[in-house]
């Protein structure tokens, strides 16, 4: 991805998941707003955004982070919000057996005490694979994939959602469901 685009996708991440008070914009409660207002807003604040930018960092996400709504008129982050405006009604979806999360090898030792916490998002984030696990771990140092038994989560009640863009969703997950070797 070239320079610009990485650029304007770090800042649609900023704005759409976690600040969108910075340029004075609201998101709705599932997480849209207008592509016209954005781009308003975001200029006025000294970024220089185009509806040509936009399309073309939704188009070329590796990992579908954005949406565009079916009329074109406006676009969301499809997960990974921090911002409490936003309340996404994801729907409920029963896991395969195991799903993994990536993390770093610094936090094994207080995941073990914890769990896996959500932290400052609204859900922890697991992934489909381990390899795309091991890709969002080396994000925070050294990688460590652990196993989530998702699916006996599930039978005992824990909730799990899929984004848009293909991102397991749920809530803390117990010691007891995690496997570290
Ligand atoms: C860790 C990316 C200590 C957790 C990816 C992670 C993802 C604990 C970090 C999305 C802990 C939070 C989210 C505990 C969890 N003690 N550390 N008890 N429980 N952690 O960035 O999952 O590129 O908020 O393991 O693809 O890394 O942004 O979450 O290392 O879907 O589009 O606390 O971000 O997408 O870090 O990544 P994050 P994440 P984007």
Redesign the pocket.
């Known amino acids: 991805m070239n320079y610009q685009l990485n650029k304007t996708s770090k800042f649609l991440?900023y704005i759409l998941?976690h600040q969108p008070e910075a340029i004075g914009i609201t998101l709705d409660t599932e997480g849209w707003v207008d592509i016209n207002v954005l781009l308003l807003q975001a200029n006025q604040h000294g970024e220089s955004l185009t509806k040509e930018l936009i399309e073309e960092v939704v188009k070329t996400s590796d990992?579908r982070?954005f949406m565009i709504s079916e009329d074109g008129l406006k676009i969301r982050a499809a997960?990974?919000h921090s911002t409490q405006q936003v309340k996404i009604k994801y729907v409920e979806q029963v896991p395969p057996e195991f799903l993994y999360?990536?993390?770093?090898t610094r936090?094994i030792d207080?995941?073990k005490?914890?769990?896996?916490?959500?932290?400052?998002?609204h859900y922890?984030?697991l992934?489909i694979n381990e390899q795309?696990a091991n890709?969002?771990?080396k994000?925070?140092g050294k990688p460590v994939v652990l196993k989530v038994k998702a699916l006996l989560m599930h039978q005992q009640g824990f909730k799990f959602y899929l984004a848009d863009n293909g991102?397991w969703l749920t809530n803390?997950v117990h010691t007891g469901f995690l496997i570290f070797d």
């Open positions: 991440s998941r990992k982070r997960q990974g999360h990536g993390t770093a936090f207080s995941i005490k914890q769990g896996l916490i959500a932290g400052d998002r922890v984030h992934s795309t890709a969002v771990g994000r925070h991102v803390n």
